[in-house]
């Protein structure tokens, strides 16, 4: 009986950590099936930052919300060897609170593989189509 009291009083003082143990394995399982690739969120800061210091700098520019989230997912059109192609709309400041929200740029930015450099800039100007998601 006193063998029997032991292993529950065992077992009650490891059971939180057996929680805590389960929890971060099912945590790292969690992130590894939605991790980008360690490159992307530093390539969309860098194409984010290209379109506001083109557009006239944070005074006059913001980029649309979907730039400001980790790796930029909606805005990223590809992903390539060669690096990361994003595509995305913006405006003066507000315009995203406007209803509609009314867009007056729209960037494309390829940024290298590893993150680090802008490859080009073919567009960055009115835009040019008509949107349906503002």
């Known amino acids: 009986m006193a063998d029997i009291k032991n292993i529950s009083r065992h077992l009650k003082a490891t059971a ?10 099912l945590a790292d399982i969690s992130h590894s099936q ?14 984010r ?17 979907c730039m400001y989230s980790t790796g930029a997912k909606a805005c990223l059109v590809s ?7 994003f595509e995305f709309r913006g405006g003066s400041p507000g315009w995203q609170q406007l ?8 960037t494309e930015v390829f940024v290298s593989s590893d993150g ?4 080009s ?3 960055n100007g009115p835009v040019r ?3 349906d998601n503002y």
């Open 16 to 25: 939180p950590l057996a929680v805590a143990i389960l929890f971060v394995g």
């Open 121 to 123: 800039v073919p567009y």
């Open 49 to 65: 930052m290209r379109a506001e210091a083109l557009n006239g700098g944070l005074d006059n520019y913001r980029a649309d919300q």
């Open 79 to 85: 992903i390539s060897s060669e690096g990361f192609r």
């Open 99 to 106: 209803n509609p929200a009314e867009p007056t740029l729209e």
């Open 116 to 119: 680090d450099r802008i490859l």
């Open 34 to 47: 939605n991790s980008l690739p360690l490159a992307q969120p530093k390539a969309a800061n860098l194409a």
């Open 129 to 131: 189509k008509a949107i």
